[in-house]
């Protein structure tokens, strides 16, 4: 939605993040897939509620092998047009919730009930200053308990707006990178580092938008830990 004032701020400096990021993928659409491919495997993901529909986000959500456990996904948009068609492409899925919002989405956080998901995603606007704003809001909600999924993360603007949160992980497998923040308790980082190096491990060989590879890896990472725990 916002690829092209993207472009222009990550042009600026590859190296916001001192880490050395890897080039723009050609898909930069899709860079955040394994991570939330890897949230479901990781934990119990039955709701979620995105700001900013898409085909890598929506109907990954809508995917039974890689959100095995999704009952509802709410997603809300602000664009008329590219609300139908994702709700073409999820093909009447019961699960699936479009709500059509007008910005600034932030204005509407006190109609939706933060504290009731597992996971939510930012990815939304047609500006960044907003998907800032929208960010920086949701880390000032202390009632969300949910992991909060921010694409785009090696914008220095969505990284400050999120400074509120308690907790963050930094996704750089793939430039554009994701964060995940949270308010809750430090426990998750152990599973979300081992995450990291999953992804890591496997960025050279696998797009980031092949779904059903992403699943497979992370079901048989899950076996063999708990074969070795056992």
């Not at 093909?91 to 009930?113: A, C, F, T, V, Y």
Request: with cysteine; hydrophobic share 40%.
């Amino acid at each position: 939605m916002i690829r092209s004032q993207i472009s222009r701020l990550v042009q600026k400096g590859r190296g916001l993040l001192g880490l050395g990021l890897p080039p723009r993928h050609q898909n930069d659409y899709a860079t955040h897939v394994p991570i939330l491919v890897g949230l479901a495997s990781a934990f119990r993901i039955a709701r979620v509620l995105e700001f900013g529909a898409g085909f890598y986000s929506t109907l990954t959500f809508l995917n039974r092998s890689a959100f095995p456990d999704v009952v509802s996904v709410e997603s809300i948009e602000s664009d008329p047009r590219w609300t139908s068609k994702i709700s073409d492409a999820a093909k009447g899925d019961s699960r699936l919730r479009m709500r059509l919002l007008p910005e600034p989405i932030e204005n509407w956080l006190q109609e939706i009930p933060l504290d009731s998901w597992d996971l939510v995603l930012v990815d939304s606007s047609t500006e960044a200053a907003r998907r800032g704003r929208l960010i920086e809001e949701l880390a000032r909600r202390r009632n969300i308990s949910a992991f909060v999924v921010v694409h785009d993360f090696e914008i220095s603007l969505y990284r400050k707006a999120s400074k509120d949160f308690r907790n963050r992980m930094i996704y750089s497998a793939y430039n554009p990178c994701t964060g995940v923040v949270w308010q809750g308790d430090q426990l998750p980082a152990k599973s979300l580092k081992n995450l990291s190096r999953i992804i890591d491990r496997y960025s050279k060989k696998l797009q980031p938008d092949d779904v059903e590879s992403w699943s497979a890896i992370f079901r048989k990472e899950s076996q063999l830990n708990n074969s070795i725990v056992n």
